[in-house]
Structures are given as structure tokens and as C-alpha cells.
């Protein structure tokens, strides 16, 4: 069992891009195994609906699967077009909405977490705006 958030990151700002943390806590009391990227869209409109598109995997390397332990912490980087009322740097092409939140696919999973996020503006048209590297052990 996981359980997910999403958090900014601390002066990732810059260049019209944002970062954000996605961090998967293992709270089962069995370790598990993680490795490879997870899946990432944003969500909204108070059920759930995916907005635009989900998140492009980045180039980082291959990385090894690794043991997460139980109370252990896993990540993976999300960098984003910093997305406004107005569609940030994408303007009239982003279609910028209001979002609820994120829902984020465990690599090799196909049951979804949900990580709400008040605040967060998402493009929903068919621009790719979000970017995610593979997960990294973290503790």
C-alpha cells in the first residue's frame, strides 16, 4: 500500500517552468520494490476528470529497481509549464482551467492515487505541459 502527495518544490521556479515532488510513502508494513516512472495527470472538475494531457517521461537514465521499506519514501520530479489564469507562456494555446488535484499511476501499477492540490491551474487542451523522471528511493 501507498499512499501519494505532490508537493512544490522550493525555488524551482524560473524560465516560465515550475517543479513539483511526487512522493509515494510506502505504509504497508511489507517492503516493496519501485523502480521505472509513474503515471501523471491532473485532474478536476470534482470527479476525477483528467485535464489535458498526462505528463511525457523525461530522458533521465534507466535506474535499478530498489527496495522501499515499509514507512520508506520513494520520488520522482515533475517539471511543469508554470500554468496562470491566462496560460502562462502557452497563452491561448493551453486552455487553462482550475484543477483539484493530481492522479498519480505507481510505475507498473494500474490503480491510481489520488494527491489533491488546492490552487493548481492545468491546460486542458492537447499541449504537453508536464514532464516526469523515473522514481528515486528516498529513505
Known sequence: MLRASVTHIPNSDGAGHTGYQVNFKNVSPESCRMAGFPGVSVVGHGDGTQIGQPADWSN?????????????????????????????????DCKAVKADGWRIYPPNDTRALYAPY??????????????????????
Open 60 to 92: 533521465s537514465p534507466a535506474g535499478q529497481p530498489k527496495v522501499l521499506n515499509p514507512g520508506a519514501t520513494a520520488t520522482a520530479k515533475i517539471n511543469a509549464v508554470n500554468i496562470d489564469e491566462n496560460g502562462g507562456i502557452l497563452g491561448a
Open 118 to 139: 488546492p490552487g493548481l491551474w492545468a491546460c486542458s487542451s492537447d499541449v504537453v505541459w508536464l514532464q516526469v523522471t523515473q522514481m528515486n528511493p528516498t529513505s
